[in-house]
């Protein structure tokens, strides 16, 4: 494409059917292209016949008066617009399309006045009617804000291809159809295809986003150069046009472009017109770009009117008003009003939650879980007090506050005030009449600066934005890899949430680890620990320290746990001495002794339910025998039901009244439970490590040094402390997934090594995996000390952590695990049920008769011991009655043969067994399910197959039961007795 000519205005006599004034508007635009579009002068003397052809209305309208006020000042030029679609569709050779509504203009104001609609009541995209039909497929197309800017560019377009000038003049007496036809031979005949650019016009008020408008000229990657200027003369709004034009393009599927105006893109003091002017068609057709400028600051005066902003000082709420039009239609002046008193903004979102199980296994934060129910927002709000001193308070709610007016913020929105006093004092608080307005105000203010950010509701590992190398949270402690991370890891469990949270704060981390001085401070520490664990031997029994110390490191470990303690034994023996130890590396001065737990069995079980999804760790204290039935019934079931749902990993599910899912709490904490008794259901034994206590178990004269080391020395915490920088850099020399992978190969040794161990202990049918499973997880907490040991060289500690070696730390925790399973094969559900059995009959609550001669003693050789073992005792006269109920016969197995069959009636059995031992058989448990356990652990009568439950075991018999032999009832004792 060669360089252009410029376009030179045309004199005011080249547009000799309009007046001087109409001319000049016009002067950029060729006679032939104004007069084929259908340019008209309208005078105030013609202004009636105008009035009257077009239908503006009567003398007394509105528009009539805006037109009236217009010509007063100046003639008026009128420029029909023509619908583009209508104008691509038309036929050649067919009837010209109508103009869809007029514009008025004055050279005095170049303002146009409010269109005159024709046809319909939009204004939307127009071009030239004279374009021939080749004109809209496959060219490249122009979208401008003025027809005359359509005009002189269709102008420049034919002049640039080169017609003449005189081409493009017009006789007095040619017609606007001749005209029409005329232009459009030209543009056929002289502007080649691959040159022509179909200009359109998007005036003021066209509905940018509207794509079905586009559907007619939409192509596959066809270029659509935007020149859109704003009619208010501002950069905002000429981005804004343009913008909201570009993502209609590309939604069309077309290629949108942007036109530079001037120097600078979407500077409006260079306009598309004077551009052209200025440097050419050529030029102005070249600079066109793929680059759109960014979002310019938005004139407070170019908004709409009625718009609230905060103003700039930020202490009020501004709105925008305008004064009425002028006598000639022409807008008042915009000015702003105060109208509230309060400003205000929204400074920071925060989404308080607990990090879910996949993020604390990658290290990654997902993005997926940053806003849910649980965020909350803070409000700032400022005004000027009465001497004129700034005001500042702040609004704290769940995020759904912003969807209220601040008068329903307090009931709707459960909103906080900073403040007891101050802005609820304020005169104009809260804003009601316009209370939506002014909120929308406040979100506006300062939206850049608004903070996002991640509470996390659980403490212990979190994942950190930007790495993958997570997080450790502690009360108010967070030790983060790199110090630069510290700002972003917010702890979101407050006192609000967790009482006592701030006690769970640790010592400072050291901000260099790994150098040299924190080498040697870590030797120290492990020096004083081995000397008070081991030297000082303050448990009798070594498996307790190594639990303790186990337990107390377990948080270091990023592999979740499901470790129950369960410290069992009289009063006064040191239960809540050895928990206090535990709870010792988590302080970060005097805060846990045997007086001063986090937790209490008095505590409601939602409390234990929210501290246990909230802390590391945590301890229910005083398990005891209570005076009031009920009281301890409830305990013990409350107590039973967290230690499941702590070893499972659960959550009490709940539902709110409409019916949807509230949030869940799961357990993260390794939990210690302090007794007097031991457990009494199987399956809540079956979940425990199990700590013996009885008097001697501590070593009374080393426990003043232990309280000293535990509340003064603070080892047992800055080890701790080390323990997670040490997991921390090892994580950065593998990745999380890496040390998640390290510590999952950690586990699976632990559990052969248990394993190993458990195979010399006689279970019976009794699986050892469940014991095998929790013996290995409290393992893992020594894991972070023996790297801790290697890294910093200290021996004694690593031959402490070696399985095997006698005395080891790690030795004691097997032992503790194993003695614990031990313990529960011995009080196997089925060894229960049967020294049940025995103990009603002796208690002379139930009794075993002979099948065949019911009111004789069941063993009539045998001695009145025996007798009085199956529940029979002798009257005044010697003779020997049945006591209590009957809940068995005494039999044969094989006609002729002994009667050492003993066939219990489960059902009766099961009746005495419940009201007897309530808290060893509890509610829910059944005959079936309680006594069946005999037969799967082999104390049925031999030959008899433990599937053969309740059917017939003998011809012509009809029996039923549970098959002992006669030596099992009697119990060892009694069988001694007959011998």
């Not at 102008?155 to 459009?184: C, W």
């Not at 016009?201 to 270029?223: H, I, K, M, V």
């Not at 890891?489 to 260099?512: C, I, K, M, N």
Request: glycine content about 8%; proline content about 6%.
């Amino acid at each position: 494409m060669t360089t252009s000519p410029l376009v030179h205005s045309w004199a005011a006599d080249a547009h000799s059917w309009l007046t001087a004034s109409t001319a000049s508007v016009a002067s950029h635009v060729a006679p032939l292209v104004a007069r084929a579009r259908g340019y008209r002068a309208v005078t105030d003397q013609d202004a009636k016949t105008f009035a009257r052809e077009e239908r503006v209305g009567n003398a007394n309208s509105h528009r009539y008066q805006q037109m009236s006020a217009r010509l007063r000042a100046d003639d008026l030029l009128v420029v029909p617009a023509f619908l583009a679609i209508a104008v691509a569709n038309t036929p050649f050779g067919g009837r010209p399309p109508a103009p869809s509504c007029l514009f008025g203009l004055t050279d005095a104001t170049r303002l146009e006045m409010p269109p005159l609609f024709l046809t319909g009541n939009a204004v939307d995209l127009d071009c030239h009617p004279a374009l021939p039909q080749h004109a809209f497929t496959g060219t490249p197309i122009l979208v401008v804000s003025s027809i005359l800017t359509s005009d002189a560019i269709l102008t420049a377009q034919l002049l640039h291809a080169g017609v003449h000038r005189h081409e493009l003049e017009v006789t007095a007496d040619e017609t606007i159809t001749a005209a029409r036809d005329r232009l459009r031979d030209l543009i056929t005949e002289h502007v080649p295809q691959e040159d022509l650019v179909l200009v359109v016009t998007a005036p003021a008020g066209t509905n940018l986003s509207q794509t079905y408008t586009w559907d007619r000229f939409a192509e596959p990657s066809r270029p659509v150069i935007i020149g859109l200027e704003s009619d208010r003369g501002d950069d905002w709004a000429t981005w804004h046009a343009r913008n909201t034009l570009r993502g209609t393009i590309s939604a069309a599927g077309m290629n949108p472009e942007n036109l530079n105006a001037g120097p600078g893109a979407g500077v409006t003091d260079h306009t598309v017109l004077d551009d052209l002017m200025t440097v050419g068609w050529t030029q102005l057709r070249n600079d066109a770009t793929d680059a759109f400028p960014p979002q310019p600051m938005r004139p407070r005066t170019a908004m709409t009117v009625g718009t609230r902003l905060v103003a700039d000082d930020g202490y009020s709420v501004e709105v925008l008003v305008e004064d009425p039009t002028d006598a000639y239609g022409r807008p008042g002046a915009r000015r702003w009003e105060t109208e509230t008193r309060i400003g205000g903004r929204v400074i920071k979102t925060e989404t308080y939650r607990a990090p879910t199980y996949l993020e604390r296994e990658t290290g990654i934060l997902d993005p997926a879980n940053e806003v849910g129910d649980n965020s909350r927002v803070t409000i700032e709000t400022s005004w000027l007090s009465a001497d004129g001193s700034p005001r500042v308070e702040y609004v704290t709610g769940p995020l759904k506050v912003l969807n209220y007016p601040p008068n329903r913020w307090d009931a709707d929105g459960h909103a906080s005030f900073s403040r007891a006093l101050g802005l609820l004092q304020h005169p104009e608080w809260p804003p009601v009449k316009h209370g939506r307005e002014w909120l929308s105000a406040v979100k506006a203010n300062d939206a850049a600066s608004c903070t996002q950010a991640t509470r996390w509701t659980a403490m212990g590992w979190v994942p950190t934005p930007g790495t993958d190398v997570c997080s450790y949270i502690s009360g108010g402690t967070v030790i983060t890899h790199r110090p630069s991370d510290a700002a972003r890891v917010l702890s979101g469990v407050t006192e609000d949430r967790l009482h006592g949270a701030g006690l769970f704060t640790l010592p400072e981390a050291d901000s260099a680890p790994f150098s040299e001085p924190w080498k040697a401070s870590v030797r120290e520490d492990l020096d004083t620990l081995v000397e008070h664990y081991i030297d000082l031997a303050p448990w009798k029994d070594r498996g307790i320290a190594g639990t303790v110390l186990a337990a107390g490191l377990r948080s270091s470990n990023p592999l979740p746990t499901t470790v129950v303690l369960y410290a069992q034994g009289p009063s006064g023996t040191g239960k809540s001495w050895t928990a206090s130890h535990i709870m010792g590396f988590h302080q970060a001065r005097k805060i846990w002794t045997g007086k001063h737990l986090p937790g209490n069995l008095t505590d409601t079980p939602t409390a234990t339910e929210l501290a246990l999804s909230h802390a590391p760790i945590w301890v229910l204290d005083d398990l005891a025998p209570s005076a009031s039935s009920q009281e301890s019934t409830r305990q013990q079931a409350a107590i039973g039901d967290i230690i499941r749902n702590v070893h499972n990993q659960t959550a009490k599910r709940r539902s709110s009244y409409d019916l949807k899912a509230q949030q869940t709490f799961t357990p993260q904490a390794l939990l210690i439970v302090t007794a007097e008794n031991a457990a009494t259901v199987a399956s809540v034994r079956d979940r425990t490590l199990v700590l013996n206590f009885d008097v001697g178990s501590l070593n009374s004269a080393a426990v003043d040094a232990m309280d000293e080391f535990r509340d003064k020395n603070l080892a047992a915490p800055r080890l701790l402390v080390a323990a997670v920088q040490m997991m921390q850099q090892r994580a950065s020399e593998l990745g999380w997934a890496g040390l998640v992978a390290e510590l999952e190969v950690a586990r699976t040794e632990a559990k052969a090594v248990v394993r190993r161990r458990t195979a010399t202990l006689k279970l019976g049918d009794k699986s050892p995996e469940r014991h095998v499973e929790m013996t290995a997880d409290l393992l893992l907490g020594l894991v972070p000390l023996r790297q801790l040991a290697e890294r910093v060289g200290h021996t004694r500690m690593l031959e402490l952590l070696a399985p095997g070696t006698p005395g080891s730390f790690v030795d004691g925790v097997i032992s503790v695990g194993t003695q614990s399973l031990a313990e529960m094969a011995e009080q196997s559900p089925g060894a229960i049920a049967l020294e049940s059995i025995i103990s009603v009959i002796r208690q002379g609550k139930a009794h075993l008769e002979l099948e065949d001669t019911p009111g004789d003693k069941p063993l009539p050789n045998g001695s009145g011991a025996a007798n009085r073992a199956l529940g029979w005792s002798a009257d005044a006269n010697g003779k020997l009655r049945p006591l209590g109920i009957r809940i068995g016969i005494l039999t044969y197995r094989r006609k002729g043969g002994p009667n050492d069959l003993v066939y219990i009636d489960h059902n009766a059995a099961f009746e005495v067994l419940k009201s007897t031992f309530r808290d060893t058989f509890p509610h829910g448990s059944t005959a079936r399910g309680t006594l069946g356990q005999l037969g799967s652990e082999g104390y049925w009568y031999p030959g008899i197959n433990v599937t053969s439950w309740n059917i017939k075991l003998r011809p012509g018999k009809a029996d039923r039961g549970i098959p002992l032999t006669v030596q099992t009832v009697l119990g060892e004792e009694m069988q001694q007795v007959e011998r």
